[in-house]
């Protein structure tokens, strides 16, 4: 098959943590194909994230939130791929504008997550187990009532997936979650860091967003573990978007040492590139089920990460040197952005996971890594299955 397949579409288009996932497969595509042209398909905002990714040649944006939000223009879309005759496309998203630009590409060969109806235009559709199922009727307490089953396979196994039966590859070159960043960031980012913080201090960063509300760690529990890393001589770096800005600043507050000049807050300050630029100059990286996280992992970051609601096989750091503390209660993984559980049981999986715990953790790989800042870690290729823990 590797013959016929000149030009390749790999489409993405969700959000920051999907598409870091999806580039050992990118990776393991351009091994298999080195003479093809392959284009990444992704949204406008995450454009940053894949960019510079050497395993690509070209990057197909679509602009989901803006002027392709209507109908027509996402017929107009799929009008334009079809003009570029792709031998073969991948959907690596199982949504319906995805599935749709997949289904009507006009491409010789399709492949990957598929909606229904859009399934019968695929040529191989296959399901993604690292994603939860909704399955038959059963008590669930919702309504319609159904059996949840979370995902039982790593997210980027599940792409392989797809590559070995779907696109013929048999041998997988997998270096784990890859970025590069532009040679300009990197300069800006390290005038800001000079500017931020005093040499060779070691900075751990604080990512305490996150797109479900039981994705989120009580923001006390944060502070807890900055005032302790303060006291401990570490300086703490605050990341996030804008919509996570009063997040931090309820967590600021609530440090004792909120006005010390050992906190720093990027929230909302930095894009994408930036804020892989500055990780990868912290020794560590505390952080909810989040975008931010995968990118720390792409940039070797030592990571500690609690897990509530979130299911941990699917979308777990992709890194052997990282720390998941998985809540020890009944209902996880719930899936669920709110928690309907009333008195003490309400938010149990996050509250469950102290600070003295997740401290822990922090202080041992603080201790096993030196407070090395990740860049000048060594890699250690084929060690990705994450250490999971229980409180």
Known sequence: ???????ILVINMMHIGDLMLVTPALRALRTAYPDAQITMLTDKALKPLVAENRNIDKCLIYDKHG????????????????????DLVINLHRNERASAIAAFSGAKRIIGYSKPFFSWFFDKVLQNPAVAHHIGWGPHGMFPPYRYVPGWKHQVEAHFDVLREGAGIKEIDDRGLELWVPIDTEERAELLWETEFQPGEKVVAFNIGASWETKRWPTEYFAACAHHLID?????????????????????????????????????????T???????????????????MHV????????????????????????????LVQA??????????????????HFACMRGITPEVVLRYVEELLEKYHGTPARELPPHPGQYACRVVKP
């Not at 990341?239 to 909302?268: A, N, R, W, Y």
């Not at 930036?274 to 931010?292: Q, Y």
């Open 67 to 86: 002027r392709g939000r209507t109908l027509h223009a996402l017929l107009k879309f799929i009008a334009a791929v079809r003009k570029r005759h792709y």
């Open 1 to 7: 098959m590797n013959g016929d397949v000149r030009t």
């Open 232 to 272: 401990a001589g570490y300086a703490v770096a605050f990341f996030g978007g804008p919509g996570d800005i009063k997040l931090v600043e309820m967590c600021t507050h609530q440090i004792p040492e909120q006005h010390s000049d050992k906190i720093h807050v990027f929230t909302g300050r930095i894009g994408l």
């Open 328 to 345: 020890d209660v009944p209902c996880h993984p719930c899936g669920l952005h709110t928690c309907p559980r009333e008195g003490e049981a």
């Open 274 to 292: 930036m804020l892989a630029a500055l990780l990868s100059r912290c020794c560590l990286m505390l952080t909810t089920d989040s975008g931010p």
């Open 296 to 323: 720390g992992v792409a940039m070797n970051v030592p990571i500690v990460t609690m897990f509530g609601a979130s299911p941990v096989p699917g979308f777990s750091p992709y890194d052997s040197k990282d720390i």
